[in-house]
């Protein structure tokens, strides 16, 4: 199990999973490119952030998170924090189902509206966190057939997300007005300049407040959000086999050298050989 991620979200292998208890533990905002997410809050009090909607969650609920989406969790007071996450490779899943049975079908649905929010019982969420406890097991102390055993839980789990009848909450949106004319503005503008200075000139708000009141919801800085958003964005275009010159600079990269150093430092690899992993 690793037991931290990178600010970006980003996973190198298919699958992790944790069962933490902590204590006001807030996750910036970030994206998993290649994994799906399966989240339940055992117990804690906590708000729930996409790019574009923000709700209280019960403990008890399971969230099912599409790749794709930007997300984060907010703790609030002293309560206990107790999460049981797991995120599965997309390509896992692809290998895992059928033509009868569609085991990414849930996190479709869940798309619909960014992510899904569902009340289990007890006994359901007893039952998923067992499960997921069972793969940690099965990872961290690997015997005879391990890998085996690992697909085996995985597509027990996932038949678990696709089948429970759940009830789906009706939720408030509560995400400040401003904030989400801010995650709008810069998906639309990735390509323009972005620095705080112009974000602030266009809201009409001093750029160093504007920051804080970014960071203060999505636990990370504007400067780390536009960046993470433009390799983002660099890693979908240079997946339909773009040149590295027009994705750098339909990402909003005048320079061409910054962006392969940005890039190399937050994905690991050039964008050239990026291309071509995705593109074999």
Not at 43 to 55: K, L, M, N, P, V
Not at 211 to 234: G, P
Request: hydrophobic share 35%; charged share 20%.
């Amino acid at each position: 199990m690793i037991d931290n991620l990178p600010i970006d979200g980003t996973i190198s292998i298919p699958v992790f999973c944790k069962h933490v208890t902590s204590q006001r533990h807030n996750s910036p905002l970030h994206v998993h490119s290649h994994h799906i997410e399966l989240y339940l809050l055992r117990s804690g009090d906590i708000s729930f952030y996409t790019e574009r909607q923000a709700f209280a969650v019960e403990p008890n609920t399971l969230i099912l998170i599409p790749n794709g989406i930007w997300h984060c969790a907010l703790t609030h007071g002293p309560t206990v924090y107790e999460r049981v996450c797991l995120n599965i490779d997309t390509g896992l899943i692809a290998q895992f189902s059928t033509k009868q049975t569609d085991l990414y079908a849930c996190f479709r649905t869940a798309l619909k509206q960014e992510v899904s929010a569902q009340q289990l019982t007890e006994a359901q969420c007893q039952h998923f966190t067992e499960l997921c406890d069972q793969l940690l097991t099965i990872i961290d102390h690997p015997k005879y057939a391990a890998d085996v055993a690992e697909r085996i839980q995985l597509m027990t789990i996932l038949i678990f997300a696709n089948q429970t009848p759940a009830h789906t909450l009706p939720r408030e949106n509560q995400m400040p007005a401003l904030l989400e004319k801010i995650t709008h503005f810069i998906g639309d503008h990735l390509q323009t300049d972005l620095s705080l200075r112009a974000l602030g000139e266009y809201f009409y708000l001093n750029p160093n407040y504007l920051d804080q009141y970014f960071k203060k919801y999505m636990n990370v800085s504007l400067h780390t959000y536009i960046i993470e958003k433009r390799i983002e964005r660099a890693k979908q275009l240079l997946a339909t086999g773009l040149s590295v010159t027009e994705v750098c600079a339909q990402c909003g990269y005048g320079n061409y050298s910054n962006f392969i150093r940005t890039f190399g430092k937050q994905v690991g690899v050039s964008p050239g050989r990026y291309k071509k992993q995705m593109r074999s």
